[in-house]
C-alpha cells in the first residue's frame, strides 16, 4: 500500500488495519493518544477506589467494584491497541511512571467525598462519552473496534452517577450540600478534559485530517456543556459559571473562561494530586514484579513443553 493508497483509504472512511503501510506520524500519534488514554484508565481507578471501603451501602460497594475494575479493562484494551502499533506494553508502563507520557488532567484532584463518586460518574464519564463516541469512528480500526466496547460501558458509569446524585439530592440538606459542593470542584475540571482550546491545540489539525480525531477540542466541549445544563437543572445543582447562559443566536450555552494556567499546571504535573497518583502507579507496579517474574516463567516452561 502507498501514502496514496492511506490517503484514500481514510478519506473514504474505511478503516486502517495493523498490517497496512501508514505514515510514521500516524502511528506514532496514535501510539501517544492511546497509550494516553490507557494510562488514563488505570490512573482513574486511583480516585474512585479510594471510596471502594467507605461506600455507604453493599449496592454502593458493587457498583464502584465494578466500575473500577471495568476501567482497568478499558486500559488493557487500549494498550492492546497500541501493541498492534508495534509498541512495547512494559515500556509505555515506563513511560507513564517516569513521567514522560501524559494521562488527563481530570485524575490529579482528590475526592473529599462520597458524592465525589456520583459527580465523577455524571461529569467526568459524562465528558469522557463525549470525547469517546466519535472516537469510535476513529481511522484506526483496532482502536476504534475497542472505542466501541468502552462506550457502551461508559455510559453504565454515566448512569450510576447520575442515579447517585438522584437519590442524594432527595436525601437531607447535609447531602445536597455534598452534591453541590463536589459540583463545584469537579466542573471546571471536566471542561479541561476536552484539552487546550482549538487555537492552542498543537495536534489537531493533523489528527483531524488523519481522521484519528473527529471533532475539535472545543467542538467536543461545546457538546458537554450544551448536555450538561439540563441535566444540572433536572438534577437541582447549580454549575458554578456566572457566565453560562443560553445564547439563541448561536444555538449553544455561553461559558465562562477556563483557568488555563491552571490547566497547564496539572498537566505540566504540578496539580493537587499528580505526585501521588504516579507514586501509587509505581508502587503498584513494583510490587507486582513477582507476578510478571511468575507469568514469564510459566510461559517459557509451557515453550518448552510444546517444544
Ligand atoms: N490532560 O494537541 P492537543 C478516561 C495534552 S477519560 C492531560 O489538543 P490531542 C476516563 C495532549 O496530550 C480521559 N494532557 O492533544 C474517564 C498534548 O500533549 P502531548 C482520557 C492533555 O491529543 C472516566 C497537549 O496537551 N481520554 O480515561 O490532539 C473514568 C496538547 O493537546 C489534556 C482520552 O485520552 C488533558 N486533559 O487532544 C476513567 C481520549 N488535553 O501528548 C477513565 C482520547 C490535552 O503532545 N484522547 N493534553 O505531549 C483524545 O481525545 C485527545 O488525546 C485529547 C487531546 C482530546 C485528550
Not at 97 to 122: E, H, M
Not at 153 to 161: C, D, K, L, P, T
Not at 220 to 236: I, K, N, T, W
Request: one cysteine or more.
Amino acid at each position: 500500500m502507498s501514502e496514496d493508497d492511506f490517503t484514500r483509504l481514510v478519506e473514504a472512511e474505511q478503516r486502517v488495519e495493523p498490517r497496512d503501510w501508514m505514515p510514521d506520524g500516524y502511528r506514532r500519534t496514535l501510539i501517544r493518544q492511546i497509550a494516553q488514554h490507557a494510562h488514563s484508565e488505570i490512573i482513574g481507578m486511583q480516585p474512585e477506589a479510594n471510596w471502594i471501603s467507605r461506600a455507604p451501602s453493599l449496592r454502593r460497594k458493587a457498583i464502584l467494584l465494578a466500575k473500577v475494575q471495568d476501567e482497568a479493562g478499558h486500559g488493557l484494551y487500549l494498550y492492546a491497541a497500541t501493541e498492534t502499533l508495534g509498541a512495547d506494553r512494559a515500556e509505555l508502563t515506563e513511560n507513564l511512571i517516569n513521567g514522560r507520557q501524559k494521562y488527563s488532567s481530570i485524575f490529579n484532584y482528590p475526592t473529599l467525598t462520597f458524592a465525589d463518586v456520583g459527580v465523577i460518574g455524571w461529569l467526568v464519564d459524562g465528558a469522557a462519552i463525549c470525547n469517546q463516541v466519535p472516537l469510535c469512528r476513529t481511522s484506526y480500526g483496532p482502536y476504534a473496534r475497542a472505542m466501541i466496547r468502552i462506550c457502551k460501558e461508559e455510559s453504565f458509569h454515566q448512569r450510576q452517577g447520575y442515579e447517585l446524585l438522584m437519590t442524594m439530592m432527595r436525601g437531607t440538606a447535609q447531602q445536597r450540600a455534598m452534591v453541590q459542593d463536589a459540583v463545584n470542584r469537579w466542573w471546571w475540571p471536566s471542561l479541561m478534559m476536552f484539552g487546550p482550546s482549538d487555537t492552542e491545540s498543537a495536534n489537531t489539525e493533523q489528527s483531524m485530517a488523519w481522521r484519528i480525531k473527529r471533532h475539535t477540542n472545543d467542538e467536543l466541549r461545546q457538546r458537554f456543556v450544551d448536555m450538561s445544563v439540563p441535566q444540572a437543572d433536572a438534577l437541582g445543582v447549580a454549575l458554578p459559571d456566572p457566565d453560562l447562559r443560553w445564547n439563541a443566536e448561536r444555538d449553544h450555552y455561553d461559558f465562562g473562561e477556563i483557568d488555563w494556567a491552571e490547566f497547564w499546571r496539572v498537566v505540566g504535573g504540578n496539580g493537587p494530586s499528580n505526585r501521588q497518583r504516579v507514586a501509587h502507579r509505581r508502587k503498584a507496579h513494583e510490587d507486582g514484579a513477582w507476578v510478571r517474574e511468575a507469568a514469564a516463567a510459566y510461559a517459557s516452561r509451557q515453550e518448552e513443553v510444546v517444544a
